[in-house]
């Protein structure tokens, strides 16, 4: 039973609200409409995750509602590993709030599981003190699996034992679909689906069942299949100029995660334990272990590892930024590699018989790749639905590629999502051509003349639709009146008033 | 073992079922079917939609609406060099918004590598259809060589405004444009009444003239139905 690695796991409960710096008072991370974590004053008063945006503010009036914003996640998780690291290198990051490290060496060497996982509470604690009174808690179990578990019980379960320690635990522990079938069939608990044969769960349930069969035995899910690829499978691109700016790296770094995952994917392996590694102008080399989540579909990928590797560019470079001390890099990122630690078979998904629309979406991406490189990575976007009042307000443009979150990234509080209400927004039909700068306009007479050009008599107008933005804030603040105006060519405006100065915002082409 | 992916694109292309007439067609909004010969947009083809009149009389609009069918169904598209196109709107018409993406500024030179024929070729590769307006100094061969493209890649580019020096399959015009809804000082543009007409080569070379909602009072694109039947709708126009 021995065949689990031993493993410590660092788990900061409810991070995504941390990481928003919202965990003192009654707040909740949305996403998709549904909350994803709490904070502790917001879970008293009934919050949980799962529920609607409205259900959550109905049991808790004066909640604080934010979008989820997973780069900001690993951002700020970024400290924390660092503390972690303090004790042993191979951290690994399982996801933003969760990391793990094998505990064989540092053990030893700090005197058993217990002495390090209270030293590694302390110095988290000493780290996170800092962003907001995070706490954190240490678990140790043989395993990645029975550790997390463990974390979320503060404890350190004793070798061999994870078996016995994981089996009061509920089905739905393992996630997917899998527990809704286990718990029809009358398997509530790992220790029940642990007792069958693991021959009969493989054949009834297949690859799946095996691997939830596996974690309730307490081991490892990988193990028989993880090995070390051999070097070849790493990509590596040297920046000449030196990237300082994050979009410029992050476009790099999804090439390469494209590049990796073809490669890896030409061998019929998908990666579980991928390192990043990068150079910086004045020789700092930074190196971190990010884990891709083999369960679920969208944990793994190509984008999905794009993401993280942008997550952590991010990280390292915003805390340069910002930090005084600490390992921060300086000057342009130089060299970044991404090395694929561990891989497995790829038993996932099956594309489309007749290649269908994900072989589409696979051409169009690669036709916008190259137009981006030609370009540069700004020059393809692509169109969010957003929240505003002015029709230019109403979509964001998200550069390609990028990962679309529902939200504006990293905005505080507030009623920052799209949804209504939007008072004193035009009504819908939505104008077909909204200028980018709006075009100065002259109003005379029941005449209208746009741009210098011809004067045209003004037929009908409704509004006006008043509009005091921002009355807080004196660079940002706008007070105006808009005009729906139609000229006697049939052409109608989306005119706005300042004063007695008009600006054309949007035409109805 | 789940990797299909390295399968030659050779014996994708052999393997899949021959292509009906039918489906050399992208779907559009059934209110435009009459406007189109084939009624849909036929593959390897390009259209061009403008105004008789002013600019800003509904060109715009009605290219969008060309391609909202074919988004909801799953064709993806992209818009080049249309950096004030209203993103709302076209969402409101039916296009997707997360399968158009959007060049808005291709580069300086339109014949050169990154401008703008480049680009349209680029995405011509890739996409169903292809809305594109026209740069200045677009030459008469860069043309010619993206009417060759849409063929050989059985894509539609649909042309707004002007500039476009070759002969098109489709000639989407629009010839006038009324405004429903807004009085003297009250009301709201609820909906406007455009009459387009449709000309072009072979088929389309009999002239063909629709009246349209282009939006409807509900939103979207409708047919003008018979006026006598529903005399109300005249008198607010103004």
């Known amino acids: ?509 | 073992m789940a990797v299909v992916a390295p399968l030659s694109p050779e014996l994708v292309e052999r393997a899949q079922p021959v292509a009906l007439a039918g489906e050399r067609l992208l779907p559009v909004l059934p209110a435009l079917r009459p406007l189109l010969p084939a009624g849909g947009l036929r593959r390897g083809s390009v259209v061009t939609v403008g105004a008789a009149g002013a600019a800003g009389t509904g060109a715009t609009s009605l290219a969008l609406s060309l391609l909202a069918a074919a988004s909801a169904e799953g064709s993806w598209g992209a818009a080049v060099g249309l950096p004030a196109l209203g993103l709302a709107a076209a969402a409101e018409l039916g296009v997707v918004l997360e399968r158009i993406p959007l060049v808005a500024s291709p580069g300086p030179e339109p014949g050169g590598p990154g401008g703008w024929a480049w680009v349209v070729a680029a995405l011509l590769d890739a996409c169903d259809v292809v809305l594109a307006r026209p740069v200045r100094g677009l030459r008469a061969a860069d043309a010619r060589r993206l009417t060759a493209r849409v063929r050989e890649r059985a894509g539609v580019l649909v042309v707004v405004g002007d500039g476009w020096s070759e002969p098109a399959e489709i000639r989407l015009t629009v010839v006038s444009s009324t405004w429903e809804g807004v009085g003297r000082g009250h009301g709201r543009l609820r909906a406007r009444r455009v009459e387009v007409v449709a000309g072009g080569r072979g088929a389309a070379a009999r002239e063909r003239r629709v009246a349209l909602w282009l939006p409807g009072p509900e939103g979207g694109v409708q047919e003008v139905v018979d006026e006598q039947r529903r005399p109300h709708a005249r008198r607010v126009v103004s």
Request: proline share 7%; with cysteine.
């Open chain 1, 1 to 509: 039973m021995s065949s689990a690695v031993r493993t410590l796991v660092v788990w900061c409960p409810d991070w995504p609200v941390v990481a928003a710096g919202l965990c003192d008072r009654p707040a909740a991370v949305l996403e998709a409409g549904r909350v994803v974590a709490c904070s502790a004053p917001a879970r008293v008063e009934g919050v949980a995750r799962g529920l609607r945006r409205r259900q959550a503010e109905a049991r808790c009036p004066g909640l604080v509602v934010v979008d989820h914003d997973p780069a900001g996640d690993a951002r700020a998780f970024e400290p924390v590993v660092a503390a972690v690291e303090a004790f042993t290198t191979g951290v690994e990051i399982v996801r933003p709030g969760v990391c793990a490290l094998a505990t064989r060496g540092p053990s030893r060497y700090f005197g058993g599981d217990e002495a390090l996982a209270a030293r590694v509470v302390a110095a988290v604690a000493a780290v996170a003190g800092g962003a907001g009174g995070a706490e954190c808690r240490v678990g140790v179990a043989d395993g990645l699996f029975a550790a997390e578990r463990a974390a979320r019980r503060g404890v350190v379960v004793p070798v061999g034992a994870s078996a016995a320690f994981l089996a009061d635990f509920g089905v739905s522990t393992l996630g997917g679909e899998l527990p809704d079938l286990l718990v029809r069939l009358g398997i509530r608990t790992l220790g029940q689906l642990a007792m069958l044969p693991a021959p009969a769960v493989l054949a009834r349930f297949g690859p799946d069942g095996a691997v939830a069969h596996r974690l309730a035995r307490g081991l490892d899910e990988r193990p028989l299949a993880a090995r070390v690829p051999p070097p070849d499978l790493a990509v590596t691109v040297e920046l000449d100029p030196p990237a300082d700016r994050l979009e410029t790296a992050a476009f790099v770094a999804k090439g390469m995660a494209d590049r990796l995952h073809e490669r890896l994917a030409a061998d019929g392996l998908t990666a579980t334990l991928v390192l990043v590694e990068a150079e910086w102008e004045h020789g700092e080399r930074l190196g971190r272990r990010w884990r891709l989540d083999g369960q679920s579909g969208s944990g793994r990928g190509a984008a999905a590892l794009a993401d993280r590797v942008r997550w952590q560019l991010d990280g390292w470079m915003s805390a340069a930024s910002v930090d005084g001390d600490a390992e921060r890099p300086s000057g342009g990122l130089t060299l970044l590699r991404l090395v694929p630690e561990e891989v497995r078979a790829d038993d996932g998904r099956q594309l489309g018989f007749w290649g269908g629309d994900r072989a589409a979406a696979e051409r169009v991406a690669r036709a916008l790749a190259r137009v981006q490189g030609m370009l540069g990575p700004e020059a393809v976007v692509v169109a969010v639905p957003a929240g505003g009042r002015s029709p230019a307000e109403q979509v964001r443009l998200v550069p390609w590629g990028e990962s679309l979150p529902g939200s504006g990234a990293g905005s505080s509080a507030s009623s920052g999502s799209g949804r209504p209400p939007w008072p004193g927004r035009i009504p819908s039909p939505a104008p077909a051509v909204v200028h980018p700068v709006p075009v100065a306009a002259e109003v005379a007479g029941g005449r209208l003349s746009v741009a210098g050009g011809p004067w045209s008599a003004v037929t009908s107008w409704a509004g006006p639709w008043p509009l005091d933005e921002r009355w807080w804030d004196a660079a940002a603040a706008r007070q105006r009146a808009r005009w729906q105006v139609v000229t006697a060519d049939g052409v109608a405006h989306l005119l706005s008033q300042h004063g007695d100065r008009w600006e054309v915002e949007a035409t109805y082409d």
